[in-house]
């Protein structure tokens, strides 16, 4: 069972186009973790947030706690953007998150 | 360069075979995690460790064991591994103080393939 559930799994965008990555969990959380996977397998942190918005760069993250929603967001994309973003949330207070399966972002030049 | 290592980078291993991943962060975070990724699943946490002396279990514990005899490393064993236990294999640490700013770093995987 997978409490984490994002959309779209595959997405593919022309460079310049503004991506918008969705991800909705079912139960009560305190805190969402959005990362991103290179096509080599390196996970990167993106961001962790448990309110409101956070902003680095072109990437914006936002997330609604009473509508269990989360977005990712990349302005002006980059071919180098391509990656697979995956949305991560933790349930209390330890540190085990539960991940969702991902989507693979293509930014085509 | 601050961040973590694995050894090693991949192995094919015979079922039955004993096995230590290995992983060592510099960074003095400390929880430190194992999750295994496979293909269409979510990450899952194997085990993880809060600070140093400390372990706990995670979503797929079974067939794995870890420990954390001190900050740095954190090995994880399979005692006799089985063709399930093919995935590939993250190591992750975080510093619970500055969790909300950092978020976790991850060591770039270990790809296992059990025969």
């Known amino acids: 069972k997978n409490e984490v559930e994002q959309s779209p799994q595959n997405l593919t965008a022309q460079e310049g186009e503004f991506i918008t990555i969705n991800c909705s969990y079912s139960?009560?959380?305190?805190?969402l973790h959005w990362l991103q996977q290179h096509p080599g397998g390196g996970i990167v942190s993106l961001f962790m947030?448990?309110?409101g918005k956070k902003k680095h760069g072109r990437l914006i993250a936002t997330i609604n706690i009473q509508e269990k929603h989360s977005s990712l967001h990349i302005t002006a994309s980059h071919p180098r953007d391509s990656a697979v973003y995956i949305c991560?949330?933790?349930?209390?207070?330890?540190?085990?998150?539960?991940f969702g399966t991902g989507t693979s972002l293509t930014v085509i030049p | 360069i601050a961040g973590i290592t694995q050894a090693p980078t991949s192995q094919i291993l015979a079922a039955g075979r004993r096995m230590t991943l290995r992983c060592t962060q510099d960074?003095?975070?400390?929880?430190m995690y194992w999750y295994r990724q496979d293909l269409g699943l979510g990450l899952r946490l194997i085990h993880y460790?809060?600070?140093?002396?400390?372990?706990g279990k995670g979503e797929v514990p079974d067939g794995y064991s870890v420990s954390r005899a001190n900050t740095d490393d954190f090995p994880l064993t399979l005692a006799s591994a089985v063709p399930s236990q093919t995935s590939v294999y993250f190591c992750?640490?975080?510093?619970?103080?500055?969790?909300?700013?950092?978020?976790?770093?991850f060591g770039s995987g270990t790809r296992l393939t059990v025969v």
């Open positions: 992750a640490s975080s510093d619970s103080v500055l969790l909300f700013d950092y978020g976790y770093t």
């Open positions: 139960v009560g959380i305190s805190a």
């Open positions: 947030l448990s309110s």
């Open positions: 991560a949330v933790r349930q209390g207070t330890g540190n085990q998150f539960y």
């Open positions: 960074m003095r975070h400390n929880a």
């Open positions: 460790s809060n600070t140093a002396g400390t372990t």
